[in-house]
């Protein structure tokens, strides 16, 4: 059984800055590649950022510059540093990894307001 377990959402003010983290029950490199999406309300899920298991990262435009995914292979955990948090920024953050399947956290929320 593979499991995702996320952490690290939470409440922030716009600028402020999180670090979400992203269990693995596996290896985290064997999966290929891994992502972080983000659903905000009444919106569609979207790729924020993803890496894959040679180490390359594309994000998504709106979040350029601004948050950094990388895997942590002491912890083995996926993170998403999220700095310059921007209320558009609000929503259910994902994490996502392949395995042969598509397996998916239960979402960690994080909203920016003043």
């Known amino acids: 059984q593979v499991q995702l377990v996320e952490s690290g959402g939470g409440l922030v003010q716009p600028g402020g800055s999180l670090r979400l983290s992203c269990a693995a029950s596996?290896?985290?490199?064997?999966?290929?590649?891994m992502s972080w999406y983000r659903q905000a309300p009444g919106k569609e899920r979207e790729l924020v950022a993803r890496i894959t298991s040679g180490g390359s990262t594309n994000y998504a435009d709106s979040v350029k510059g601004r948050f950094a995914i990388s895997r942590d292979n002491a912890r083995n955990t996926l993170d998403l540093q999220m700095n310059s948090l921007k209320p558009e920024d609000t929503a259910v953050y994902y994490c996502n990894g392949i395995i042969t399947f598509n397996y998916w956290g239960q979402g960690t929320q994080v909203t920016v307001t003043s």
């Open positions: 596996r290896n985290i490199f064997s999966f290929n590649p």
